[in-house]
């Protein structure tokens, strides 16, 4: 009996683990040959995907990247190593399946045998929605390995600003010592379709005061802005002098009472360049005055400063001791004269 029961176990066991191997042995699905067929890789903010394949000539793999929503900013690396060289092809396409303009150039590099070669990827989207990646192989064989994260832009930290008055994203209100302060993000040239950002914010103003705006760019960014009514007039504009300078907007006049205006802040459909930026709305009274800056002087400045005091004091001795000898000498005249009843 104890025989027996020691042939039996192996079997149910063996039984038991029957499922499992023939789930383990199923092959792992491949990419799709289309966009239809494409093989769906989730995305999720901060978290990284890393998927990969092996091409070979004349065959494209798809993959539809989904999870993205407005503001976020998809980053890919994607490494080819050619066991046979030829040529390879990297394209990425929004959801309606429009090639997106990338800095990689669409038309594909070459690679010898057992090279590798790591090509990066990004996009700062404004609408959001899926996306597709493509691997072409003209000639050749090769292993590729992707690694995909999604990183959160979105402006003022939550909402993603949009590119029109009527999308414009709500900053707040601000008034006499109450100031209101965020920052924003845009994609540069090929990394993205996020060029403008539109802010909406109320006021509420007295007599003679003024709103005040600074826009502040990253170091290798140029940006323009400015402030506009809401059907659209501009009242005023203002733009970085060179990459990462900032400027100011200010609204001056009589503009008592609760006011809505509305902040266009972008970079030249991306060739201001891209990155964060940080905005500041603050109200003043044009009634109150401020000291003047000090301006330090040098030790060059102070020594003919120490100078020009000096002769200063000379000449204004010089000029006593003259009109006194003058008044004097007009005394001493006066007086002869009247002797004579002049």
Known sequence: MGKARALLLPLVVLILLMPL??????PIPGPGGSFDSAKEVRLEVGKTSQFGGTISQLEEHYYRLSGAIA????????SVHAKEGGKVMISLFAENR?????TTSDEGF??????TRSVSLKWLTEKGGDFYLKISAVGGSYDYNVSAT???KRDMGKEEAGPSINEATYAGLTYYGKEISFFGYLAASGQGDDFVDFYAFDTMLRNMDAVRITVIPDAQTSLKASIHL???FTVTRNSSMSPGKGFTLTLKGDI???????LKVDNMDGFGGGGRYSVRISVFNLTVTKPEPEVPINLLDKGLARQLVIISVAVIVGITVVALVLRRRTSS??????GYGY
């Not at 503001?71 to 994607?78: K, Y």
């Not at 429009?98 to 990338?102: F, Q, R």
């Not at 008592?256 to 509305?262: E, P, Q």
């Open 21 to 26: 191997l023939a789930a383990s042995s199923q």
């Open 256 to 262: 008592a009472g609760n006011k809505t205006f509305y």
């Open 110 to 115: 070459i690679l010898r045998d057992n090279e």
């Open 333 to 338: 005249v006066e007086g002869w004269y009247g």
């Open 150 to 152: 999604l990183l959160d």
């Open 98 to 102: 429009a090639k997106l303009k990338t």
């Open 71 to 78: 503001g976020h900013e998809l980053v890919m690396n994607v």
């Open 230 to 232: 809401p059907d659209g």
